[in-house]
């Protein structure tokens, strides 16, 4: 919790840990591993204590408020908690992210503006876009492309309500491991500029497409408090 290394927030505070849902490629599992936050990953605990961070935090950040859990697995109780902090500092930024939107549309940032992202990793979760778009109630959406595992193509009509695009390669040494194409990057690049959606490409992609080739932009909802 706190600073850092996800390049596309400022801190990471995470009420809950563990994840129901079992992919084969989870850093937050194999971190869970080395460091034992929860006995067992799958069945995710809570720590709202950790909450008490946000308050100390006076200047305005973006805050990624799940990177140790699917948001969907959160119970009510947690989900209130929460909903309640945002409330109490909204001069923060908070993002979201899940594989489940249809499990949170309901409740989730409740009188809160926050960030809520599915992750696509290959067009087989082209449902997790729709539901996002269609049925949730985020006012700000993103698409987070990682681990990139197949060449991928974002229906214009979802393109054109998507605020932010993050891509991203896996890593880690896992057996299988995908590594991404250059031709599949910079086709999702090629599709966001034709629809002005800001792209912001990890470091992990670097040795793939080269430096000079790096995108990292940032929706100006998420950096005009800064200014």
Request: aromatic share 12%; net charge neutral; proline share 4%.
């Amino acid at each position: 919790m706190g600073k850092t290394k996800i390049e596309w927030c400022d801190e990471t505070v995470n009420p809950v840990i563990g994840c129901t849902y079992g992919c084969s490629y989870c850093y937050a599992a194999r971190l869970n591993k080395r460091f034992k936050w929860v006995k067992e990953w799958g069945k995710p605990e809570v720590f709202p204590d950790k909450l008490d961070y946000i308050a100390k935090l006076r200047k305005p950040k973006n805050i990624f408020m799940n990177s140790m859990s699917d948001v969907a697995d959160w119970n009510i109780d947690i989900v209130k908690k929460v909903n309640r902090v945002m409330h109490d500092n909204s001069h923060h930024n908070y993002l979201f992210l899940t594989k489940r939107p249809e499990a949170i549309s309901y409740y989730l940032g409740i009188n809160t503006e926050i960030w809520l992202g599915v992750t696509y990793t290959t067009d087989d979760d082209w449902t997790r876009l729709g539901c996002l778009i269609e049925e949730t109630s985020a006012r700000r959406k993103f698409l987070s492309i990682e681990p990139l595992h197949d060449e991928v193509s974002i229906a214009p009509k979802y393109l054109n309500q998507i605020d932010w695009i993050i891509i991203g390669a896996e890593t880690g040494n896992r057996k299988g491991k995908i590594i991404p194409k250059k031709e599949w990057i910079m086709k999702i690049v090629e599709e966001a500029k034709k629809h002005n959606v800001p792209v912001f490409m990890k470091d992990s992609l670097i040795e793939i497409i080269g430096k000079d080739n790096i995108l990292q932009e940032f929706p100006i909802e998420l950096i005009a408090f800064y200014i």
